[in-house]
């Protein structure tokens, strides 16, 4: 089993900025990807960037450019740094690990943080 914790959500104006933090513990193998994923009122759960233990990163388009994933293996944490925000990036954010090789793993998520951008 593998636990997840966000930290880091709140309100913030368009433009701004703000820093998503998320520990795992437990029982975490040595391949895994870690990645952040959000999800905005009636609409689908979504990608927004994942980074692997050997650090291949993927970003979804709408956040490019913007916002930047990082993960400390040693502790466990990754994170996502969200610069010029917007008000579509408004959603809560959950963590989530692919916890093993890509052809085996079992997969976690975190219970979300909510980000609201707004004026």
């Known amino acids: 089993q593998v636990q997840l914790a966000e930290s880091g959500g709140g309100l913030v104006h368009p433009g701004g900025s703000l820093r998503l933090s998320c520990a795992a513990s437990?029982?975490?193998?040595?391949?895994?990807?870690m990645g952040w994923y959000r999800q905005a009122p009636g609409k689908q759960r979504e990608l927004v960037a994942s980074?692997?233990?050997?650090?291949?990163?993927n970003y979804a388009d709408s956040v490019r450019g913007r916002f930047t994933i990082s993960r400390d293996n040693a502790k466990n944490m990754v994170y996502l740094q969200m610069n010029s925000l917007k008000p579509e990036d408004t959603a809560v954010y959950y963590c989530?690990?692919?916890?093993?090789?890509?052809?085996?793993?079992?997969?976690?998520w975190g219970k979300g943080t909510l980000v609201t951008v707004s004026s």
């Open positions: 989530n690990i692919r916890n093993g090789d890509y052809r085996a793993y079992t997969e976690y």
């Open positions: 437990g029982n975490i193998f040595s391949l895994n990807v």
């Open positions: 980074i692997s233990t050997g650090r291949t990163i």
